[in-house]
């Protein structure tokens, strides 16, 4: 059951603190690409290999993310170590937790804030024996002190130091707070460790990975390629990484809240439409469809309106151009992009309106993206981060750029942003001059 382990230089670093006697608290953070979850599912199994009957944590905010990333790494440690499915461990997919053959245990966890669970009484009854959490920028301090305060579990029969290593990409969170600015300013307490990463640091990466970082948004390429913790948003971007990043999961919807359904459209050309299903103001859904016509996209929103339970007139359509014809048979609620901002606000069109609401609604925390597929998750971010103020030194009306102006940065047309952007129609319409950009009955 040996293991070539074969660290890069700064993953040795990190390795040397997780067995160390002096250090509980490890932050492993910096820029994408830099293996860090792989070194926190190699330490978690090779501690539950050494040590029978002990109990660790692996944890991220929301569970079906922790299963559909952190764990396939964590599969991906044990196939490596020679380790093997009912022969060395089983994974129970219910109980969420991994039983080794000495009766170790590996439970994975959610972290994230719920109302109904305000203090995190969920994670009380817990003792453990080490805890990783990967992904830790996007957990609320509250949960770290907590899982801190469970590392108890057979810590003295195996003379073991109490430790939790946590993994992140660097953000304007907690985290540089309490470990990056104290690491530069060289105050960092003797138990807690910062540990920089970097995509360059891990000989293993393609060539190509590398391109791709280099071509991100500057603020994005300080952040994720040069894991520069102070790295600041243009001052035409509209929308901020963290806010995004923190949106993920953030809250449950409540049952009794108004659905609605937002709708991009395209017909038959290289563009997707796309449709956002909200609770409230969560997504809970959000579709993509390919080349279909207005009545096969119209038969689709039609089943969506069923499912969910959505009043016709909380659909909202986009009905430029070949957008006219779905609109037209779903009788909902049309959205022109170039027309007028609503309450005669200083907006160059409606667009613009709904897209600065959505960010003031992002930066306050009041959305919540819950969508497990990443991939959409991911194409939304960079749309999102694609989203420009124009003539931002001029005294005009605001005004984002074009649809055309986010086609050249992103390659491709900005369908999911569009889609969620059309949902602040809403939000603003039954509302007398909001703002900070209001100017209204002028």
């Known amino acids: 059951m040996a293991i070539d382990i074969n660290l890069t230089k700064k993953q040795s670093i990190a390795w040397k603190l997780l067995f160390d006697d002096k250090t509980n608290e490890i932050l492993y953070g910096g820029s994408a690409g830099a293996g860090k979850s792989w070194l926190g599912c190699l330490w978690i199994v090779t501690l539950c290999l050494k040590y029978e009957g002990i109990r660790c944590l692996i944890g991220r905010t929301v569970l079906q993310q922790l299963k559909l990333t952190t764990l396939n790494t964590l599969f991906e440690t044990l196939q490596a170590m020679g380790?093997?499915?009912?022969?060395?461990?089983?994974?129970?997919?219910?109980?969420?937790?991994?039983?080794?053959f000495n009766k170790s245990e590996i439970i994975l966890k959610d972290l994230a804030y719920q109302p109904s669970d305000p203090n995190y009484d969920s994670l009380g009854g817990l003792e453990l024996s080490a805890v990783f959490v990967d992904e830790a920028a996007q957990i609320p301090q509250l949960a770290y002190n907590i899982l801190k305060s469970r590392i108890r579990f057979k810590l003295n029969e195996f003379k073991l130091m109490p430790k939790i290593l946590m993994?992140?990409?660097?953000?304007?969170?907690?985290?540089?707070?309490?470990?990056?600015?104290?690491?530069?300013?060289?105050?960092?307490?003797?138990?807690?460790?910062?540990?920089?990463?970097?995509?360059?640091?891990?000989?293993?990466?393609?060539?190509?990975?590398?391109?791709?970082?280099?071509?991100?948004?500057?603020?994005?390429?300080?952040?994720?390629?040069?894991?520069?913790?102070?790295?600041?948003?243009?001052?035409?971007?509209?929308?901020?990484?963290?806010?995004i990043s923190l949106a993920i999961f953030k809250v449950a919807p409540k049952p009794d809240e108004k659905k609605y359904i937002s709708l991009d459209v395209a017909r038959f050309g290289s563009d997707r439409s796309v449709a956002c299903v909200w609770v409230g103001l969560t997504v809970v859904e959000v579709l993509v469809y390919s080349k279909l016509s207005a009545v096969e996209l119209s038969s689709e929103i039609r089943n969506l309106i069923a499912k969910y339970g959505v009043h016709p007139k909380n659909v909202i359509v986009d009905a430029d151009g070949v957008g006219g014809p779905v609109s037209d048979i779903l009788r909902g609620t049309d959205f022109v992009n170039n027309s007028k901002a609503l309450h005669n606000q200083n907006f160059f069109n409606l667009k613009s309106q709904c897209y600065v609401k959505l960010s003031e609604l992002f930066k306050e925390g009041k959305i919540s993206i819950n969508v497990l597929d990443t991939s959409l998750v991911d194409d939304l971010t960079q749309e999102l981060l694609a989203v420009k103020l124009k003539d931002v030194d001029k005294d005009n009306k605001v005004q984002v750029g074009s649809k055309d102006d986010m086609k050249k940065v992103l390659g491709k047309s900005p369908d999911i942003s569009d889609a969620l952007m059309m949902r602040m129609y809403y939000e603003i319409k039954n509302l007398k001059a909001t703002g900070r950009y209001s100017m209204a009955y002028v």
Not at 83 to 100: C, D, M, P, R, W
Request: glycine share 4%; proline share 8%.
């Open 83 to 100: 380790l093997k499915a009912s022969e060395h461990y089983t994974y129970n997919g219910q109980s969420n937790v991994i039983t080794f």
């Open 167 to 243: 993994t992140c990409n660097p953000g304007q969170v907690w985290l540089k707070k309490v470990f990056y600015l104290p690491y530069i300013s060289e105050t960092l307490e003797e138990n807690r460790a910062f540990v920089p990463a970097l995509p360059l640091d891990n000989p293993h990466l393609p060539a190509s990975y590398i391109e791709m970082l280099k071509s991100l948004p500057p603020s994005q390429r300080r952040r994720l390629l040069e894991g520069d913790w102070n790295y600041e948003m243009e001052a035409d971007n509209l929308f901020d990484f963290d806010d």
